[in-house]
């Protein structure tokens, strides 16, 4: 996870830090979608 720290939570916009629990996803959905900004990407737990 360390590759993660101080970079942007997908759904909130703040920067994440050592203490905070992530969630991470794989790619799973193609460019066009709606979603795609989510895919292959990590936030908060709590978000």
């Known amino acids: 996870m360390?590759?993660?720290?101080g970079l942007e939570?997908?759904?909130c916009?703040?920067?994440t830090?050592?203490?905070d629990r992530l969630f991470d996803t794989?790619?799973?959905v193609w460019p066009?979608?709606?979603f795609y900004e989510?895919?292959?990407?990590y936030m908060?737990?709590?978000c």
Do not use: N, P, T, V
Not at 2 to 5: P, R, T, Y
Not at 38 to 41: M, R
């Open 2 to 5: 360390a590759i993660f720290l």
């Open 9 to 11: 939570c997908q759904l």
């Open 13 to 15: 916009g703040i920067a």
């Open 17 to 19: 830090k050592g203490s």
């Open 26 to 28: 794989e790619a799973f």
């Open 32 to 34: 066009d979608s709606e």
């Open 38 to 41: 989510y895919s292959d990407s």
């Open 44 to 46: 908060h737990w709590d």
